[in-house]
Nanobody, 121 residues
């Protein structure tokens, strides 16, 4: 199995920055794309950014130009640099690892427990 642990959340003023970190442990063959999702109160969980093992990134339109997803190696750790934060981006941010199947002996994707990001006005 894979365990994901997020850190770096906290309270920040509007316009400020935070950097989230996600550390994955377990069998790396069970991980393909990694990403960050967020869920605000009363809203559905949404993809914020993702990065493949090859370094291909994807961003939600709402965060393009402000957020950057990076990694130190092919798997872990994965970071989300968040700049110019807005109050409406207050949410629990979750790390996700996609399961490619194949040689992985486990089913389903993997999720961290989440880290709270609060942006004050």
């Amino acid at each position: 199995q894979v365990q994901l642990v997020e850190s770096g959340g906290g309270l920040v003023q509007a316009g400020g920055s935070l950097r989230l970190s996600c550390v994955a442990s377990g069998d790396p063959i069970c991980i393909s794309t990694m990403g960050w999702y967020r869920q605000a109160p009363g809203k559905q969980r949404e993809l914020v950014a993702s990065i493949t093992r090859g370094g291909i990134t994807h961003y939600a339109d709402s965060v393009k130009g402000r957020f950057t997803i990076t990694r130190d190696n092919a798997v872990t750790p994965v970071y989300l640099q968040m700049n110019s934060l807005k109050p409406e981006e207050t949410a629990v941010y979750y790390c996700n690892a996609k399961n490619p199947g194949g040689l992985c002996l486990y089913d389903g994707d993997f999720w961290g427990q989440g880290t709270q990001v609060t942006v004050s006005s």
